[in-house]
């Protein structure tokens, strides 16, 4: 056979399995209504963050019926979040997530509201040496949390009808364990198994499920020069998951260094895991989020 010939075989295979593969997928996964009449819950909006992002993006793009539900800690913020926006579309409450008994009065309280989101976005992130650091509090916010603001909004999630969705916020960091950083990336590890676990437990309801996975973007999370922006993109990625009619599962985004979120997740799954050690931590890529003290 040619090579002209065997080059045609190929790329007419790829093409065939490209479309066959669309196919199956369409019907392994039919498009999802989309609401737009009701209320988003977004946790963790706090000025600078991408929660207040979320909160913007909201309001600038959907109708006037979809409205938001932010969680902050401080008056403080509630207050700049009004002053920001000017929207009745807009309402603020000060909630702790990790507060079992105050975020299942908070879901008592929506009684008479039309839930059709929730984005899981409160988070913390540690550095340390896994010897020195507190590491259930990370997991209380990260992890514990949302499987907490799941349980209690699910009834309001499936009152509102197929189509309702959740965005739980991940990292990249799940996916990349760097030196010091063993806590916060077990805690976006474990919040990428649960939304799998998530996603196909709710199907039968049509609540939809997906993960943002960004790499590193600037807010008071991330303050260091390779903190780039991309802020948005991981805002649009989250309204994606919200109202798009054929949300994904998983959305790396922003970048690592240089590389996209999406090239470093592909990158992760094919390497063998010594080289990627090797790239880790023999390559040392600068820490974003250096020890506030020497450990
Ligand atoms: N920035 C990045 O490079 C990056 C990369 C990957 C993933 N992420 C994830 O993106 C999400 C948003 O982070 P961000 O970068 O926007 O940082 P951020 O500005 O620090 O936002 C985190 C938000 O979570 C809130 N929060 C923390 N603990 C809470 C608690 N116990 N109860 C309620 N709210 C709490 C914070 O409230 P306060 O302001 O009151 O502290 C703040 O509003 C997080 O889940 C983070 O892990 C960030």
Not at 55 to 66: G, H, R, W, Y
Not at 128 to 154: C, G, H
Not at 226 to 234: A, K, N, R, T, W
């Amino acid at each position: 056979m040619s090579l002209l010939r065997r080059l045609y075989s190929a790329v007419t295979g790829v093409v065939l399995i490209a479309i066959v593969g669309s196919f199956l997928a369409s019907v392994i996964h039919p498009a999802v209504p989309v609401l737009n009449t009701g209320t988003v819950v977004v946790t963790g909006c706090s000025p600078g963050g991408l929660g207040f992002q979320i909160v913007k993006d909201i309001l600038d793009s959907q109708p006037k019926e979809v409205l938001v539900l932010c969680t902050v800690r401080k008056d403080a913020d509630s207050k700049a979040l009004a002053d920001e926006f000017k929207s009745d579309r807009l309402k603020s409450v000060l909630l702790d997530v990790t507060d079992a008994p105050a975020v299942k009065k908070f879901g008592e309280k929506l009684e008479n509201t039309r839930i059709i989101g929730l984005v899981n976005n409160a988070g913390v992130s540690v550095h340390s040496k896994l010897e020195s650091i507190d590491y259930r509090s990370t997991f209380e916010v990260n992890f514990f949390a949302v499987l907490e603001m799941v349980k209690t909004l699910l009834p309001h999630l499936r009152k509102a009808g197929p189509g309702s969705r959740i965005v739980n916020i991940g990292s990249m960091a799940g996916t990349f364990v760097r030196p010091g950083t063993i806590v916060y990336s077990s805690s976006k590890r474990a919040l990428e198994a649960a939304t799998d676990g998530m996603r196909v437990e709710l199907a039968p309801d049509s609540i939809s499920v997906s993960i943002v996975q960004p790499g590193f973007f600037r807010t008071k999370m991330c303050t260091a020069p390779q903190c780039g922006g991309g802020i948005e993109e991981v805002s649009e990625a989250v309204l994606h998951g919200l109202f798009a009619s054929r949300p994904r599962t998983r959305y790396p985004v922003a970048t690592i260094g240089a590389m996209s979120a999406f090239a470093g997740s592909k990158l992760a799954a094919a390497l063998p895991d010594r080289l990627l050690d090797f790239a880790i931590t023999v390559l040392k890529p600068k820490d974003v989020n250096p020890p506030k003290e020497k450990q």
